[in-house]
């Protein structure tokens, strides 16, 4: 198992942060490298001109290996809904056909498949949560629904972001594939801490960002595109999606067409010269520990919160059907008021999510951070 990687961050001991599927800390060196990187900006002439193309490529390479897609498969963009509206702008769903989409999974995976199905005569289908809490086989039951319009795609979350329930992807790919259905995967809350292999896989898209469990900055993340669709329109119109618009030729517009593979789809303005960087050094440690490692050292953390506080009265998804890093829990009765803000004045940080309590420990967390919070958890239930 991941031995705590604490050390490598600056959160004082008494720091319980246990709330990274909101937003991690960043790593000592991320931060160093942030602060170069201003003074470079501040320095622009230092830049050589390769200094762009270098930075782009490392970012890509290192979220390409994460998944085991090849570098030119992976598109840089800002944001998760980003990507989807990208992925949206591709991908043909049949008319008539159903997307799926989960109940409460976050906005970005969800919203998009709303602001078209009327225009594109799709319906958008909503998998109620699961009061088993098995969402895959609620997804699978969705899919195959019996005299139900056939499905187009489906957009969902590898990990539900709110209860942290699992979905296995394999599974509903291979009725999505029944189906000739594409698949969408909002892979935020489970790229890096839970393998995921897009050879064997063979989605549509994948999408996920730096800021949570790649211990990165905002305003970074990836778009994995399947290679049968890297000949799409872009959801902007770039110079560097062309082929040859180039400003240092005498011929400015030289070849309008598209290059030829997943970083056609790059965001406008991708010289993000201070948070490139430092979102690629974060998952370059994230690939250096692996997954299995990760999550090994998550899943001890959430596992002995769930014992210690197992006679307290909260629901807990059983172990199978949860992700290993993310613990929530709900109460019949509701969470007791302020109960997340007296948590914080204790300096022990977790999440409210849809009236349930969201813990998320990183590789920084250790047994102490759990068994605080489990004895400042029952001693805010008792008074
Ligand atoms: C499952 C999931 N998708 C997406 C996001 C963020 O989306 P965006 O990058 O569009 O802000 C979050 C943030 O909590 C999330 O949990």
């Known amino acids: ?57 490392r970012a890509r390479t290192a979220a390409a290996r994460l998944i085991n897609a090849d570098a030119s498969d992976i598109a840089l963009i800002s944001a998760i809904s980003y990507g989807v509206a990208t992925a949206a702008k591709v991908l043909t769903v049949p008319r008539g056909s159903r997307v799926i989409v989960l109940e409460n999974d976050h906005s970005s995976p969800v919203l998009e498949w709303h602001g078209r199905a009327e225009a594109q005569g799709f319906t958008v289908e909503t998998v109620s949560q699961p009061t088993d809490g098995d969402w895959t086989s609620a997804v699978l039951a ?36 029944r189906q000739g259905a594409k698949f969408v995967i909002d892979a935020t809350q489970s790229t890096g801490v839970l393998a995921m292999d897009v050879k064997r896989l063979d989605p549509d898209a994948v999408l996920f960002p730096t800021y949570k469990w790649l211990i990165g900055p905002y305003g970074r993340a990836f778009l994995y595109m399947a290679k049968r669709h890297q000949n799409g329109v872009p959801l902007e119109q770039t110079s560097a999606g062309r082929r040859n618009v180039n400003s240092e030729s005498a011929v400015y517009f030289g070849d309008l067409a598209y290059v030829d593979d997943a970083r056609r789809y790059d965001m406008g303005q991708r010289d993000h010269f201070i948070s490139m960087e430092m979102a690629s050094i974060g998952i370059e440690m994230m690939a250096e520990w692996g997954a299995p490692a990760i999550a090994e050292r998550l899943g001890m953390i959430t596992r002995r919160i769930a014992v210690g506080i197992s006679d307290l009265g909260f629901t807990v998804l059983a172990d199978r059907l949860r992700a290993p890093h993310i613990l929530s829990l709900g109460l ?29 420990p990183h590789v920084f967390n250790d047994e102490a951070d759990a068994d605080r919070f489990i004895a400042a958890l029952r001693r805010i239930l008792r008074s």
């Open 332 to 360: 019949a009765r509701g969470l007791p008021k302020e109960l997340i803000s007296r948590l914080a004045v204790e300096n022990i940080h977790v999440a409210l999510r849809l009236g349930r309590m969201r813990i998320s």
């Open 142 to 177: 969705a899919i195959e629904r019996s005299g139900a319009p056939s499905v187009g795609l489906a957009s969902i979350s590898s990990v539900h972001w709110s209860d942290g329930g699992l979905i296995d992807i394999e599974q509903v790919q291979a009725a999505l594939r």
């Open 1 to 57: 198992m991941l031995a705590s990687q604490r050390d490598l961050f600056d959160i004082p001991r008494d720091v319980c942060y246990l709330n990274s599927a909101s937003y991690s800390p960043l790593p000592l060196r991320t931060q160093e490298a942030g602060r170069a990187a201003v003074g470079r900006k501040g320095q622009p002439w230092t830049l050589d001109a390769g200094f762009a193309n270098r930075q782009h490529e």
